[in-house]
Structures are given as C-alpha cells and as structure tokens.
C-alpha cells in the first residue's frame, strides 16, 4: 500500500492540531521518558531512578477475559462489510 507523503504529512498535522498535541517532540526529558518506555538504556542523572524502576518485581498478571467475545463490541451495520475503518477516516 502506497501512502501520499505529503497527504500523510497533512493528515498528521492536523490531527495534532485537534488534539492539542505537538507534532514534534523535542523535549530532552520526554524524549529520555519515552525511551525507557521503549526499552532504551539510560544514562545520566536520572539513570539510578529508571534503573530503579526496572528493579522492581513484576505486577500481577492480568485475568484473560470471560468468554470469547469482547464485551460491548457490536458487529458491523449492513453496508460496512470490508471497510476496515468502519468510516472512522
């Protein structure tokens, strides 16, 4: 599938515009955030905090969900078969 860069750069825009969010982040402290997040080693002042983050001992697994439908989800009206965005775009 083949997207229109300068489309996708529009649409990007003006959704962040929406939302209230920046399009770029520039932020040294976010984008550090953001990598520990992702898995990224750290480094500098705040290393010891993360490292101590990661030390921690695991939470409780989640309980999988009752059943094998999710719960709330209705299925598509007639006339939506195929559309994978359900007309969201």
């Given amino acids: 599938m083949s997207v229109d860069r300068d489309a996708l750069i529009a ?3 003006e959704t962040c ?3 209230g969010v920046l399009v770029k982040v520039a932020d040294p402290g ?3 955030e953001v990598g520990v997040l992702l898995g ?3 480094v500098g ?3 010891q905090c993360a490292r101590a983050r990661r030390t921690r ?3 409780a697994s989640s309980q999988p ?3 094998l439908d999710p719960g709330g989800v209705q299925p598509a009206p007639a006339g939506h078969e195929g559309r994978e965005d359900g007309g969201v775009v």
């Fill in 65 to 67: 969900p009752l059943g």
């Fill in 57 to 59: 001992p695991p939470a």
């Fill in 45 to 47: 002042p705040r290393a």
């Fill in 30 to 32: 976010v984008l550090r």
């Fill in 40 to 42: 990224a080693a750290v």
């Fill in 17 to 19: 515009a929406a939302q």
């Fill in 11 to 13: 649409w990007v825009q």
